[in-house]
């Protein structure tokens, strides 16, 4: 028994280190890190399983859509707007005439 606990540990340890190569390239992390002393593997996972309780609970939900439906695909059309190609621009135009669509249907 021992000796599966002592395996479970390790790969923990492994799991552990490969995120935190992964979370150093995000600076808010450190940041969060300095500010609150927590290790960034414990804000992520511990943020993720709020987030996914909130959800479970329907806490947010709307907001979530909300997010995903509209505020999203708003910050890519203006860079769509923003860019030389000209593709990008009919894709979220399309987007927008079908968002609207649904939204005045419901």
């Known amino acids: ?7 479970a540990k390790v790969s923990a340890k492994e799991v552990q ?3 935190r190569v992964k979370f150093d390239k995000v600076p808010v992390l450190q940041q969060a ?10 804000l992520v996972l511990g943020g993720g399983a709020l987030s996914l309780i909130l959800l ?5 939900a709307g907001s979530l859509c909300s997010i995903v439906g509209f ?10 707007i923003e860019s030389q190609v000209r593709g990008d621009d009919t894709q ?7 968002y609207a669509f649904f939204s005045v249907i419901e």
Do not use: R
Request: proline content about 5%; aromatic content about 22%.
């Open 1 to 7: 028994m021992d000796a599966a606990m002592e395996s």
């Open 17 to 19: 280190g490969k995120l």
């Open 33 to 42: 890190e300095d500010i609150t002393k927590v290790p960034k593997e414990f």
């Open 56 to 60: 479970f609970f329907g806490i947010g």
């Open 71 to 80: 505020v999203y695909p708003a910050f890519k059309s203006f860079e769509a």
């Open 92 to 98: 979220w135009l399309i987007y927008w005439t079908v």
